[in-house]
C-alpha cells in the first residue's frame, strides 16, 4: 500500500494506492480513500470489499517510427501560467478524480491545477508544450515525460473555445517530434473520453491495455 503524500493534501484525507495482493487493515486507517487499478477480467473482489468502480483507463502506444510533422508551439512562458493553470483547472471531466462522486470537482480541479503546477515549478516531466494563438491566448497545453525511455503524455487539454480545429493533434504531433528518439510514446485515458481515443488513434496511437480504477473512501 502505497501512500501519496501530494494527493492527500489536496484531497485532505490520506490517499493510498493499492496492489492487488495488499493486506488492507481497515482498523488502522484514519479518514482515507483507497485506490486500485486492476485487470478488467477480475472486478468483483472489488465489489465484495466494498470498493466503487470509477472508470476503466486504457493505454495507447506508438512506436516513433515516423517523423511527425512540427507545428508552431511556445514554450510556457511566465505570462501564459495564470491561463495555463487555468486550462487545467477547468479543462477536464472525465478522470478518476472527477468520476469519483465522493470527490468534489472544486477539489477534482485543483488536483488538475496542482499537477499542472508542478511542469511549471520544474517539479514533474520535461517541459510543457503550448499552443497559444497571436493574440496571446493560451488554446492547449500538453506536458510530457520520459520514463524508461518511453515518452508519456501525462495530460493535454485544449480550452473548450478552440476543440475539434486540430489543436489536439498539432499538440501530440509536436510531441512525438520532440521525443523521436525515444523507444516509444505511450498515454493513459479514460474509456469514456472518445475525443482523446480518437485523437491518439489518428496519431498512430494503438490501445495495448485496459485496467478498471476502484476508489473505496474510509472514514467520509
Ligand atoms: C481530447 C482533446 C485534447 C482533443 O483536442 P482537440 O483540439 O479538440 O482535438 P482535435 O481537433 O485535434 O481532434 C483530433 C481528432 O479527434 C477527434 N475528436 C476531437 N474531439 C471530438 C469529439 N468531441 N467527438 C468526436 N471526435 C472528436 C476528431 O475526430 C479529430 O480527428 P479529425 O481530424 O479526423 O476530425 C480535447 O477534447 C480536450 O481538451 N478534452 C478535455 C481534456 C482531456 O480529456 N484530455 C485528455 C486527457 S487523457
Given amino acids: 500500500m502505497k501512500y501519496d503524500k501530494w494527493l492527500s493534501k489536496i484531497v485532505g484525507k490520506d490517499v493510498y494506492n493499492l496492489e492487488v495482493n495488499d493486506w488492507i487493515d481497515k482498523q ?10 486492476v485487470d478488467v477480467e477480475f472486478p468483483g473482489l472489488w465489489f465484495q470489499l466494498g470498493f466503487d468502480y470509477i472508470t476503466t483507463e486504457l493505454t495507447f502506444e506508438r512506436h516513433p517510427k515516423i517523423l511527425a510533422q512540427l507545428h508552431e508551439m511556445e514554450e510556457p512562458l511566465p505570462e501564459y501560467h495564470e491561463q495555463i493553470l487555468a486550462l487545467a483547472e477547468t479543462g477536464f471531466s472525465e478522470d478518476r478524480f472527477h468520476k469519483d462522486k465522493n470527490i468534489s470537482d472544486p477539489i477534482a480541479n485543483k488536483i488538475k491545477k496542482e499537477w499542472i503546477r508542478n511542469y511549471l ?13 497571436n493574440k496571446g491566448i493560451v488554446r492547449g497545453f500538453l506536458a510530457p515525460m520520459v520514463v524508461n525511455k518511453i515518452a508519456i503524455i501525462d495530460l493535454v487539454a485544449v480550452h473548450e473555445d478552440f476543440r475539434q480545429q486540430g489543436i489536439g493533434l498539432g499538440l501530440v504531433r509536436t510531441f512525438m517530434t520532440r521525443y523521436n528518439n525515444c523507444r516509444g510514446y505511450r498515454v493513459g485515458t479514460q474509456i469514456t473520453n472518445i475525443p482523446s481515443i480518437r485523437m491518439y488513434e489518428k496519431c498512430g496511437f494503438r490501445m495495448t491495455s485496459a485496467k478498471h480504477v476502484f476508489h473505496k473512501h474510509i472514514g467520509g
Fill in 28 to 37: 488502522k486507517l484514519e479518514k482515507s480513500l483507497l485506490c486500485v487499478k
Fill in 121 to 133: 515549478n520544474n517539479k514533474r516531466g520535461e517541459t510543457l508544450l503550448v499552443s497559444v494563438d
